[in-house]
C-alpha cells in the first residue's frame, strides 16, 4: 500500500488543464490536491507499517522480472 499511495502521490496531476481543463478541471484541482497530500504524508506510514507486519496473502507483485526465450525449432 506504501508503494501504491507514493505512485499515487507521485504522479497525480495537479494542474487544471492536466485535469481536462474548463470548470471540470478547476473542479477537481482542489480535490486531487487533497489527495496529493493524503498519499504524500501517508506514504512513509504505510512503508513503516509494512516492514512491521508484512502481508503477503494478496497484492500486487513489483521487482518480477521474467526472461522468455523464442524455442529454437519454432
Excluded: S, W
Excluded at 508503494?3 to 485535469?19: E, F, H, I, S, W
Excluded at 484541482?29 to 516492514?51: K, N, Q, S, Y
Excluded at 496473502?57 to 526465450?69: Q, T
Amino acid at each position: 500500500m506504501g508503494y501504491q499511495l507514493n505512485r499515487m502521490g507521485k504522479y497525480l496531476p495537479l494542474r487544471p488543464a492536466d485535469l481536462g481543463g474548463g470548470f471540470v478541471g478547476f473542479a477537481m484541482a482542489p480535490v486531487v490536491a487533497v489527495i496529493h497530500g493524503f498519499c504524500t504524508i501517508a506514504a512513509p506510514l504505510f512503508h513503516r507499517l509494512e516492514m512491521r507486519a508484512k502481508y503477503t496473502r494478496r497484492g500486487y507483485p513489483k521487482n518480477y522480472v521474467a526472461i522468455l526465450r523464442r524455442r529454437e525449432d519454432a
